[in-house]
């Protein structure tokens, strides 16, 4: 491992926790009465949704997958990010990813993100995602974009699909991305991870009463300590810089820890009492705001070394 930082949980962060808690016990309640938090966190993918007027927006189609291409008017992106979202490989993109991806696009008006749209298990299941993804990555480098100054995001599933890339993308002989930054990666779908038994009574995501994980959508009948598929059981060296993000109530929370162990230049944040991509709290809590300051002095720090090069 390379650097390990803990975070001590903060009193906005025990009220956000709670709203997370009563939101996911009251699930049922919710639904009927088709009360949801919208402000938070949205499935919708909107038809006529506006990232700003100083933002440029396209789209692109890569192997027949879309990507959402988003950057800076007038300016001239030096560095580029490739997005890969959450869900359980079974939920596609959505408006709040579209908010994460303008958050990154925040940290720095040389940025270009690129959001792929991958195919959604289980009509598609693994490798069609990371097919996809490899396409991507190729595509960037094929833009002028140099490995150097490539830095891979991702979530959840996006973050273990991330980690994934990576892994084949050294198998395959290509120069790796400068780095990538995870927020709760799923790396390890054979569910062997202390976490999985010590967190289930904590974790308000995928803990005692919730409806598991699918690990078979986005497997199928392949074998679950595939490093393609479970990051966990990957080789690492000569690896990217690796930022990474958990909370300490999460059920794969694990996941998180026996990837960083793996990798020397990793640096893991972990947050005590937080749940499941926490920094997708945005403003609202003080471990997201934490979270999202660190992110952004991680990417500056690597677009400001290549500037002065």
């Given at each position: 491992m390379g650097e390990y930082v803990f975070h001590e949980q903060k009193i906005s962060d025990k009220f956000g926790?709670?709203?997370?808690r009563f939101a996911f016990r009251f699930k049922a309640a919710r639904e009927r009465y088709n009360f949801k938090f919208k402000y938070f966190f949205t499935n919708t993918l909107s038809k006529k949704y506006s990232y700003?007027?100083?933002?440029?927006?396209?789209?692109?189609?890569?192997?027949?997958?879309?990507?959402?291409?988003?950057?800076?008017s007038n300016e001239k992106p030096?560095?580029?990010?490739?997005?890969?979202?959450?869900?359980?490989?079974?939920?596609?993109?959505?408006?709040?990813?579209?908010?994460?991806?303008?958050?990154?696009l925040k940290a720095n008006r040389r940025l270009k993100i690129f959001s792929l749209m991958y195919s959604l298990a289980p009509d598609n299941p693994f490798p069609k995602a990371l097919e996809e993804s490899i396409s991507l990555y190729k595509k960037i480098l094929d833009g002028g974009f140099l490995p150097e100054n490539i830095i891979f995001v991702g979530d959840s599933a996006g973050g273990g699909l991330s980690l994934a890339l990576g892994l084949?993308?050294?198998?395959?002989?290509?120069?790796?991305?400068k780095a990538m930054i995870t927020m709760s990666p799923w790396t390890d779908l054979a569910d062997e991870g202390e976490s999985h038994i010590k967190n289930k009574e904590k974790d308000p995501f995928f803990?005692?009463?919730?409806?598991?994980?699918?690990k078979k959508a986005y497997a199928g009948e392949h074998d679950l300590h595939n490093?393609?598929?479970?990051?966990?059981?990957?080789?690492?060296?000569?690896?990217?810089?690796?930022?990474?993000?958990?909370?300490?109530?999460?059920?794969?929370?694990?996941?998180?820890?026996?990837?960083?162990?793996?990798?020397?230049?990793?640096i893991i944040h972990e947050f005590e009492g937080m749940f499941h991509v926490f920094p997708f709290g945005f403003n609202k809590m003080a471990s997201s705001r934490e979270a999202w300051r660190i992110i952004y002095k991680f990417i500056n720090d690597i677009i400001e070394v290549d500037e002065n090069e």
């Open positions: 926790v709670g709203l997370v700003g007027k100083d933002i440029s927006y396209n789209i692109i189609e890569v192997d027949g997958a879309k990507t959402e291409v988003i950057s800076y030096s560095h580029a990010i490739l997005h890969l979202h959450g869900g359980a490989y079974v939920s596609g993109y959505n408006d709040t990813y579209r908010k994460v991806a303008k958050k990154y084949a993308l050294k198998d395959k002989g290509f120069s790796l991305p803990g005692k009463g919730t409806v598991p994980l699918d490093p393609y598929i479970s990051p966990k059981y990957g080789e690492y060296n000569s690896f990217s810089d690796l930022l990474m993000f958990v909370g300490s109530h999460e059920v794969i929370e694990s996941d998180t820890l026996a990837v960083g162990k793996k990798v020397k230049n990793s």
